[in-house]
């Protein structure tokens, strides 16, 4: 697990340490070798839409429009859920 760590900003601006496997780092890296081939890639933003980055809100609106052409209801907050059933579903220790 050396080195798979990622410092996430939650509720309340605290900080908390994650730990992820190798499998986990993969497709952030995927992403940014993806990323890296756009336009606009100088800027710090992760996540970048078609006219820049993209905030909070244009993500929601990213996934709700994403479920409703797959007809299904999908929204961010339906991924932490289906990662926190998973997690533990496959041995994940509880979060302190």
Known sequence: MYGR???VT???DR???VRFDAKVARAP???LRSRAKRV???TPALWLGHRG???ANGIYQLLTR???RLGIQLYPHLM???FAHRWFDEGGASWP
């Open 5 to 7: 760590e990622a410092v």
């Open 10 to 12: 939650g509720k309340g």
């Open 15 to 17: 900080k908390r340490t």
């Open 29 to 31: 890296d995927r992403y």
């Open 40 to 42: 606009k890639v100088a």
């Open 53 to 55: 980055p993209l905030t």
């Open 66 to 68: 994403r479920g409703e």
């Open 80 to 82: 932490r859920h289906t």
